[in-house]
């Protein structure tokens, strides 16, 4: 059985650090493309951002390029998610995705984690 397990969320002041881990079991990952998404209360899933599959290529939404990185450890079947001064704003439950090509649109992924929260206090 396939499974995508996030950990590393949790609640912090703002202008914080968290990093997320997402390990995958069940199959090995290393030549698909691995994402984060966050989705707030009321509000629709949303991209944050995408590694290719050799760690190469990387990709952001705007409202966190140059606070978050994304980074890969394909020995580990692991996809992390560093995450610094964070905001208000970044609040929500981050989801791990993983799928052959990477999009911004949710449906486009085919393998998903049960998601982790993260909450930033102003």
């Known amino acids: 059985q396939v499974q995508l397990v996030e950990s590393g969320g949790g609640l912090v002041q703002a202008g914080g650090s968290l990093r997320l881990s997402c390990a995958a079991s069940?199959?090995?990952?290393?030549?698909?493309?691995r994402g984060w998404f966050r989705q707030a209360p009321g509000k629709e899933r949303e991209f944050v951002a995408a590694?290719?599959?050799?760690?190469?290529?990387?990709y952001y939404t705007d409202s966190v390029k140059g606070r978050f990185t994304i980074s890969r450890d394909n020995a580990k079947n692991t996809v992390y998610l560093q995450m610094n001064n964070l905001k208000p704003e970044d609040t929500a439950v981050y989801y791990c995705?993983?799928?052959?090509?990477?999009?911004?649109?949710?449906?486009?992924?085919?393998?998903w984690g049960q998601g982790t929260q993260v909450t930033v206090s102003s």
């Open positions: 995705a993983a799928d052959q090509t990477w999009a911004v649109v949710p449906g486009k992924w085919a393998y």
């Open positions: 069940g199959r090995t990952f290393s030549t698909y493309a």
């Open positions: 590694i290719s599959w050799s760690g190469g290529r990387t």
